[in-house]
């Protein structure tokens, strides 16, 4: 290994390319897809602090991956809690929020777009999510609900703009909205600010940085940000036809914005989390109508633009290997968080790379030797083609164990030498 900083760049990207390409690559990475809290935790910052404070935030993830000898600059996951603070989202718990200053932030999940709303959602999606949906998911942006409409009416020319338009915009709860949006705007800049530094100063040391585009599979948009597990579960069976029409609906975004996040930033990966299409989710019927069809064309798209598609496959997937066996060969980093490893390597072995999945019931209350055993476990079994990268099942847990971590990169360098 060459230990000039452009040099070991190189030789990461590589290495993270060849896997992925299904090639056998020198050794076998430790590649943390997400590290949430980890990182600020083990250095004793309150969640909270880590919430807020983003130069102290990334100086701890810079720490962490040169402790634990990573081989990219981890990710970490977390918003500012002031872009969170500026819309008073309803969406998110925070620390120093609603939570204490050492919990961990709470997605809270809730029926955004109501069962009878469907029809006036897929009439007008935009004018519905401004109006409705906007005003429940942050308490400052309530004034959005008092456009009356048909607000392209009232802003589609200068003179409306300037009468109607600027008569609206003006109402106070319209002037909160729009502070608020400018408080935002505030806070992410600064977030960019910092997170910029931390990916060239992780650069100029050898460490590409993990991702930059997230995006989801269209029904996990549906059931995670407007209906709800209950409510989109439900529509399988209830409201089948509105629930195809607004997955629809979402797909295109879902390709679009991470297409050109990954542009803006030059960074090709794609984090693609996976809420709700594991085998305890839903049955194989409503998988196959409802979740894999757009999942697929969500994989390939990304692919035809030249980016890798991470997807974590959250939950139980042994029983959707045959499906997984569809997608293009050598182009899928894909994470796993419970799955039949054997299983795995006999239905899609020559399909895409195996990254993962160390429990985290091991990373947080085993022993560094129990770690290293698991390692070899996955180790043996992918050493011959070498198509493996090691992380806990879902990154790296908040309440994993310091050594632990550190057991898994000795694992590596004990056995994971091609």
Avoid at 122 to 149: C, E, H, S, W, Y
Avoid at 183 to 211: C, F, I, K, Q, R
Wanted: aromatic share 10%; net charge negative; charged share 25%.
């Amino acid at each position: 290994m060459n230990d000039q900083p452009g040099a070991l760049y190189a030789e990461r990207e590589q290495r993270f390319n060849d896997i992925v390409a299904l090639k056998k690559p020198d050794r076998i990475p430790v590649m943390p897809l997400v590290t949430h809290y980890f990182p600020t935790k083990i250095k004793g910052v309150s969640n909270r602090d880590a919430g807020y404070d983003n130069q102290l935030r990334y100086r701890c993830m810079k720490e962490a991956d040169l402790e634990f000898g990573w081989d990219w600059a981890a990710p970490n996951g977390l918003f500012p809690s002031q872009s969170m603070e500026a819309l008073d989202v309803k969406q998110v718990k925070w620390p120093g929020g609603d939570l204490s200053d050492d919990s961990p932030f709470q997605f809270n999940e809730d029926e955004y777009l109501r069962e009878d709303e469907y029809d006036a959602f897929l009439a007008d999606p935009n004018g519905f999510t401004m109006r409705a949906i906007l005003p429940r998911v942050a308490g400052k942006l309530a004034g959005l609900g008092q456009i009356p409409l048909p607000p392209t009416l009232w802003f589609s020319n200068a003179y409306n703009l300037m009468a109607a338009g600027g008569n609206i915009l003006s109402a106070p709860p319209l002037r909160i909205a729009l502070k608020a949006l400018l408080d935002l705007t505030d806070s992410v800049e600064a977030n960019n600010a910092a997170l910029g530094a931390h990916v060239g100063e992780m650069a100029a040391m050898g460490y590409p940085y993990g991702y930059a585009a997230v995006t989801s599979c269209a029904f996990d948009v549906v059931s995670d940000f407007f209906r709800g597990l209950r409510g989109g579960s439900l529509d399988i069976y209830r409201n089948p036809d509105k629930l195809l029409a607004t997955i629809e609906l979402m797909h295109p975004s879902c390709i679009g914005l991470s297409v050109a996040v990954a542009r803006i930033t030059g960074n090709p990966r794609v984090f693609i989390p996976m809420h709700r299409g594991a085998d305890g989710f839903m049955s194989e019927e409503a998988f196959e109508k409802f979740y894999w069809p757009t999942f697929k064309a969500l994989i390939e798209a990304l692919i035809a633009e030249g980016l890798t598609p991470m997807p974590l496959f959250e939950g139980g997937y042994t029983s959707r290997l045959k499906y997984l066996a569809e997608l293009p060969a050598g182009k899928i980093a894909a994470h796993f968080d419970h799955i039949d490893r054997k299983k795995f390597k006999e239905v899609c072995g020559d399909v895409m790379c195996f990254w993962g999945n160390v429990p985290a019931s091991l990373l947080c209350t085993g022993t560094p030797q129990q770690v290293k055993d698991d390692v070899k476990e996955l180790v043996d079994l992918f050493g011959d083609t070498g198509t493996l990268i090691i992380d806990g099942n879902q990154g790296i847990p908040d309440e994993a164990r310091p050594e632990n971590v550190l057991a898994m990169r000795e694992a590596v360098e004990e056995y994971g030498r091609l």
